[in-house]
Structure formats: structure tokens, C-alpha cells
């Protein structure tokens, strides 16, 4: 007599996972989370990110992103005005390359951390780089990101590579 399964298990890869994403459910501790995501961003979205992002810095969070236009300068505006000190910004290169809205949005920033060794590199490789960084300081991930936005897709494998928790948001 062969007994019938009515519960598939996850894969043993997936139980470790499964178990880290209940922990952190489970811990009210404060979290590192990290926010990485498209410069171009529809309205509507910038709102969500923004939103999202004071949410967990309301509940004392530390968050981490990079300095750009789009996700990151949304992420930004939100944490400085719930708490400037929970906030750390990782830039792909120096701040002398960016834009001039995104230095003054900066200029207000405590944590800044510049990546001036990147400025002979190709944007989209220091970013690469960048994103790495801000994926080994932080406990979970969550990006906003287009379907074809390899650079932001290739950090969310990483992340998951690492056993960071990874949740990615698809503007399309």
C-alpha cells in the first residue's frame, strides 16, 4: 500500500530561507534595510517608495540606498524626515559626479559614504559594485526595479545568493 503525499516540502535550499524570512518576522529587533531601485520611476511609484521607506524608519529601522534620482532620492527624502541618523547613503563614486538636485538632497545626509577609487569606472560597474556593497550591509532587500533592469535583477540574485531576504517590486 503506497501512501499518497497531500504536502509537497520545499526544497531543503528553500527551508533555510523559509526559516530566516519567519526569524525576521518573529525579531523585534531593528533591521538593516537596504533600498535599491531605478532612476526613472513613475509618480505614482515614488509615492509607494516613500511611503514604504518611512514606515520602517518610523519603526527604527536603519535603512541604506545609494544616491540617485528616482528609488534612492526617494528613499532618502523619506528616512531625513522621520530620522536623519537612521539613514546611509552609499554612493557608486564621488559626490563631485552627482547631479546637482541629488547634492543638495545629500547635503542633508549624516552617514555619506563616497566611492571615489570608482571614478575612472564606467557608471552602470561602479553601481554594480555599489549595489554589492549595500547588499553585504544589510540584512534584507527590498528593490524597485523594470523587468529589464539587469543591473538592479543581478543584485536581488545576489542578495538571495547571500540568504538575504529579497523583495522586488516590478514598476511594468
Known amino acids: 500500500m503506497s501512501l499518497s503525499r497531500s504536502l509537497d516540502l520545499p526544497a531543503l535550499g528553500r527551508v533555510d530561507t523559509l526559516a ?9 529587533g531593528k533591521r538593516r534595510i537596504a533600498f535599491l531601485g531605478s532612476r526613472h ?13 518611512r514606515s520602517l524608519a518610523q519603526e527604527g529601522h536603519s535603512i541604506i ?3 540617485s ?15 536623519p541618523s537612521l539613514l546611509t547613503v552609499l554612493l557608486p563614486q564621488s559626490l563631485d559626479r552627482q547631479t ?8 542633508s545626509v ?8 570608482n571614478n575612472d569606472l564606467p557608471l552602470p560597474m561602479a ?19 523594470f523587468h529589464d533592469s539587469e543591473t538592479l535583477l543581478s543584485s536581488c540574485h545576489s542578495a538571495e545568493d547571500m540568504g538575504k531576504v529579497v523583495s522586488l517590486i516590478f514598476f511594468d
Open 100 to 107: 546637482a538636485e541629488v547634492k543638495d538632497l545629500l547635503g
Open 69 to 83: 534620482q528616482g528609488v534612492n532620492a526617494a528613499v532618502i527624502r523619506a528616512v531625513l524626515d522621520v530620522n
Open 20 to 28: 530566516q524570512e519567519l526569524a525576521l518576522l518573529k525579531n523585534e
Open 127 to 145: 553601481s554594480s559594485l555599489c549595489n554589492q556593497e549595500i547588499i553585504n550591509r544589510c540584512d534584507q532587500l527590498i528593490c524597485f526595479a
Open 41 to 53: 520611476v513613475p509618480v505614482v511609484s515614488i509615492h509607494i517608495v516613500e511611503l514604504i521607506a
Open 65 to 67: 540606498t545609494s544616491g
Open 110 to 117: 549624516l552617514h555619506l559614504i563616497e566611492k571615489e577609487d
